[in-house]
């Protein structure tokens, strides 16, 4: 017997049918001896109508109040899962943040977790009630409702899962659970049995979006086994777990891109100590976040320095760079749009040497320009040419010998 | 300066521009000087919408959920409003029922209030924050969402007026005011400046359904001013209050009628000791609701029962007086659902003798056969048949000297 929290989406929910199907996924678990709490989003469509609402009253709303109006989203399908559950002979009640309570810092719109206290939950888990708790949302130190951002809901499950020490955090969604690459690129893309936490960051943060980041982050750090799998197919999903769970390690698990980046050089950028931190220094404070960093050797005193930020960063990056073009003194700033980033990720690389190397091959194979290089412990990225996203990572799924039989 | 709570329904807040309109209205209000609560209702169709798919899910759905559900309704609009009144510039904030808290009994889907702690929203209200309330909607004594049933919300508001010591409840909605009797019947109807709690129980009781009547009650008992007015006309409406506050006391201050009634005759009942008790104390067990009661001159040592109850209630009537018939013996059960309830209601009445006999022959002078009668202190009633309703109210208006000049 087991202690599972199960988490399903907007789409899931997204009407009575679909409510009616998640209870009988429900119960299925229950009927199999395990302890279930279910974290639920709201019927999809219904956040989007609260925040249309919110934004063409007043562009610039109280956070404080857009909170209590979308909160009433999730609380709709509490309710409504409550009532599907015990049509079925399944015990079960619903709890919104402010019951359990989940207590969240003062952040309104964009709350961050504190405590959850799961003693109650526990022991009613335990007598057979199933919990259904409201996702995306808490209660602040003042007691107003507060919500967690888009995508909240994922860590809402993962938090709760920490909190009742679940065995398990089952997050259905519209994929069947984690592949080696896009299968829209890759038809003989595969889908993982297991990946761990580090892989899944590195997956979701170059463009694989399965689970939102901050769920994964507080995953790997509180120890919480999730699993990804569909709502709508009845297939075992993907399993991120800690590295040690992964007997078999891959080399590679998995190809990434990401054409949401732009590339920026600064020519001719005198050499001496400190113009890195120049440079950078006043992007941080602009809230521009850059991710590849190039330095060119230096000739004639004067270097390039090309590094990419996120496409919508992009405008303010540029007024920033001219504000310190006096101070600093380049020669010219160039910007890329039309570039793609390429990542192979996994957690294999630790211990095998080579996986740079086979990865600058394949892409030469092709023809393939590559721009920028960046490296970490699990990771490999460059920067090509848009144009060439799909050839390169169907090259590279193939070189590290991801391909489906 | 006035402490005021002001109460707007469902049509009043049924879009964004209806939302702004009912903001720019409490600014008045705020503007000149008041402290002001609003309590808002669900906007209109949501609450049915909500109800529709709990019921959908399972017809005996659990009401401890429903409440949870349907309770959302009332929240969205707070929120919402209040992000309308801080973008005309007004101070405001939302209140759900467990954040004040609203505290009710247990009985979900029909809960009664049983406290408002109100010093923190006066606190607020004096620093110029007008405070937006859920309506319909409380806390349970564990800790769970509970509504207070269709209509809750005139209760709510004059509920939270007591808790504030208000100066006044002033509850908008599709109606200006109180009128001497229906304007559709009586085109000359005219609209009353005051009338008593007394007088508004007795209408509403009868029909005229301005205000709910569990929210009178309670007026009366917490001696809360109660206005009653349009959220769309901007006119003066009509005050209920204390009968010591209207120094002009009308002997008829208007005529109800009621078409929910069916008549119920026992014919041939043994004329003896408990016979009356025999029957009413079972349709009592029945949770059917007794009228009106007559009771001929017996001959022949039996007599006629002749009674009223609700339409709706006439089968489960039925089913109990078949019952009780061999032991109680009466010949035949007559019914007629063909009848109408005609009032004419004053606390005038107190100190007037023959306001019974003008109504009577008003009725007789249009020849309308009178088939019960039932009297107390500040209301004569009458039965007649259906077909003579508006021909009834029309006269009796005039005989009263109720037409608008």
């Known amino acids: 017997m087991s202690r599972i929290v199960m988490k399903f989406g907007g789409t899931s929910v997204a009407d009575l049918d679909r409510i009616r199907a998640v209870a009988a996924r429900v119960k299925r678990e229950r009927d199999a001896g395990h302890e279930v709490a279910v974290v639920v989003s709201a019927m999809s469509g219904t956040t989007n109508q609260l925040v249309a609402w919110c934004q063409a009253l007043s562009p610039l709303h109280d956070a404080r ?45 964009k709350a961050r977790i504190a405590a959850i206290e799961g003693a109650e939950l526990i022991r009613r888990m335990q007598a057979g009630q199933v919990a259904v708790v409201s996702g995306f949302q808490g209660i602040s130190p003042t007691g107003r409702i507060t919500t967690l951002g888009r995508g909240g809901s994922d860590t809402s499950a993962v938090a709760l899962a920490a909190a009742l020490k679940a065995d398990r955090c089952d997050i259905y969604t519209d994929v069947d659970g984690v592949y080696t690459t896009d299968p829209r690129i890759v038809p003989k893309a595969r889908k993982l049995a297991k990946i761990s936490y580090e892989e899944m960051l590195e997956l979701a943060s170059v463009g694989a979006k399965v689970l939102q980041t901050r769920s994964v982050e507080l995953a790997m750090n509180e120890h919480v086994r999730v699993q990804v799998l569909s709502s709508f197919a009845d297939l075992p999903g993907t399993l991120v777990v800690d590295e040690d769970e992964i007997v078999e390690k891959e080399t590679v698990s998995g190809i990434a891109y990401s054409r949401d980046e732009a590339k920026i050089t600064l020519r001719r950028v005198p050499d001496r100590p400190g113009v890195a931190a120049g440079v950078f220094g006043p992007l941080a404070q602009q809230a521009v976040n850059v991710d590849m960093i190039v330095q060119n050797i230096a000739a004639d005193g004067t270097t390039d320095l090309t ?99």
């Open 65 to 109: 109040e857009y909170d209590a109006v979308v909160a009433t989203g999730e609380q709709v399908t509490t309710g409504l899962l409550a009532i599907a559950l015990q049509e079925i002979g399944v015990e079960a009640r619903s709890w919104q943040g402010w019951q359990i309570p989940i207590r969240t810092d003062n952040a309104h719109g």
């Open 307 to 405: 590094f990419t930020v996120g496409k919508a960063d992009l405008p303010r990056a540029l007024a920033a760079l001219e504000a310190l073009r006096p101070q600093i003194g380049f020669a010219e700033v160039q910007t890329d749009t039309d570039v793609a980033k390429i990542s192979v990720v996994g957690v294999g690389m630790r211990s095998h040497a080579g996986v740079a190397a086979t990865m600058f091959r394949a892409l030469a194979d092709k023809a393939i320009n590559i721009e920028v290089i960046s490296t970490s412990e699990i990771k490999v990225s460059v920067l090509v040419a848009s144009e060439y996203t799909e050839l390169a990572v169907r090259a590279l799924h193939t070189a590290y010998g991801l391909d489906a039989a």
